[in-house]
């Protein structure tokens, strides 16, 4: 079975700062691993993927994700936050042959102007 | 662009009524996903289908919810009778049944059952 974990649950930030949100995830062979955005009271959109290839993936509005193998890691970040960033955010992995989605618990990012 | 779109973007009703939610998946895609998101348990996967054919619908409480796909342009989600614990966002997300593909989601209905 696929499982994601996202240890930080809550994230405060200043603008300007950098950002680094971890997630770890479970499987015994080839996945698909994504992150996605969801915006208060919106609907979960894709910031980015990685299927295979480099292992450095980046997304849109600036954010990338690097997928290191060896530790199950797929963790996102970005140089500076905005203001705008602030959002909940949901990794998720599929695995090989598998349609179905498992998401992490998500974590919240505050950023203060 | 392409969109999921979900109706009706909330809906608040008593106990015991019955609820329908109705996705219209993005022209083309062949799956169709239903998630439920609450505060306590997340992002649940409920039900989804692969060209209408209901393949796995073992996140859902079988004795109150049934899902269908009446044809390749509508999804429904039917909770009934409804309790106050299914109070949620309901999301849709359609996509290709393709490995390199990712969901697409729409923007939810707000459940609030009183």
Redesign the interface.
Known sequence: AQSVSQHNHHVILSEAASLELGCNYSYGGTVNLFWYVQYPGQHLQLLLKYFSGDPLVKGIKGFEAEFIKSKFSFNLRKPSVQWSDTAEYFCAVRGFGNEKLTFGTGTRLTIIP | DARVTQTPRHKVTEMGQEVTMRCQPILGHN?V?WYRQTMMQ??E?LA?F?NRAP??DSGMPKDRFSAEMPDATLATLKIQPSEPRDSAVY?C?S?L?S??Q???????TRLSIL
């Open positions: 799956t996903f997340g992002l996967l989804y692969r393949l796995d999301f997300a996509g049944d490995f390199d990712p969901q697409h989601f729409g923007d939810g």
